[in-house]
């Protein structure tokens, strides 16, 4: 069974319309990330959660947020897509200890169409 | 700074024939974790092998193995008598200790044709 789930899979929207992805997990992870994932390359961490403890890239644009109101669910919201938001979502968990050493748990992700 | 170069951007191979994924990394940390991953056609990055910094020893899991050298700063991953199962990208990580950062290279895309 899937530990990690993702909605939607496949979300198209229009430029500038806000969208929300969901991450849920049966884990019971302490530590859930949001990766943005481009075509042909690496994985980009925009930001991560340490329980309730939000810890955001320097680099991710203010146009991304995350909440996390519970330990199972996770949310990206993108308040205003631009055509270079369009990308693969993953979100992934691990557990407390061994920070930097642990094992990420992904889901399938989330792919965003920006029209 | 932090970074893993794959530098093999898609492989083909035959089914049957071995092949090694490469993965260089740069750190300054003294401790530090490496990783693989595949990501099949469906998109979920599914964990493969977590290695640490103070243990050089290779492994080998089925047909899968690993060469880790601090050496030549390089996390090798080799698939003997590959099969179209193992169609996919692949991709390196590393972790520092103490962070919840982790790098990926941009992935190795392996076709196994039949």
């Known amino acids: 069974d899937a530990m990690v789930i993702q909605n939607p899979r496949y979300q198209v929207t229009q430029f500038g319309k806000p969208v929300t992805l969901s991450c849920s997990q049966t884990?019971?992870?302490?530590?859930m990330y949001w990766y943005q994932q481009k075509s042909s390359q690496a994985p980009k961490l925009l930001f991560h959660?340490?329980?309730?403890?939000?810890?955001n890239e320097a680099d991710t644009p203010d146009n991304f947020q995350s909440r996390r109101p519970n330990t199972s669910f996770c949310f990206l919201d993108i308040r205003s897509p631009g055509l270079g938001d369009a990308a693969m979502y993953l979100c992934?968990?691990?557990?407390?200890?061994?920070?930097?050493?642990?094992?990420?748990?992904f889901g399938e992700g989330s792919r965003l169409t920006v029209l | 700074a932090q970074k893993v170069t794959q530098a093999q951007t898609e492989i083909s191979v035959v089914e049957k024939e071995d092949v090694t994924l490469d993965c260089v990394y740069e750190?300054?940390?003294?401790?530090?974790?490496l990783f693989w991953y595949k990501q099949p056609p469906s998109g979920e990055l599914v964990f493969l092998i977590r290695?640490?910094?103070?243990?050089?020893q290779n492994e080998i899991s089925g047909r899968y193995s690993w060469n880790f050298q601090k050496s030549t700063s390089s996390f090798n991953f080799t698939i003997t008598a590959s099969q179209v199962v193992d169609s996919a990208v692949y991709f390196c990580?590393?972790?520092?200790?103490?962070?919840?950062?982790?790098?990926f290279g941009t992935g190795t895309r392996l076709k196994v044709l039949a």
């Open positions: 290695r640490n910094s103070f243990d050089e």
């Open positions: 884990l019971n992870h302490n530590v």
């Open positions: 990580a590393l972790g520092s200790s103490g962070t919840y950062k982790y790098i």
């Open positions: 959660y340490y329980d309730k403890d939000f810890n």
């Open positions: 992934a968990t691990s557990g407390p200890g061994l920070a930097g050493g642990g094992e990420l748990f």
């Open positions: 750190t300054r940390d003294t401790t530090y974790y």
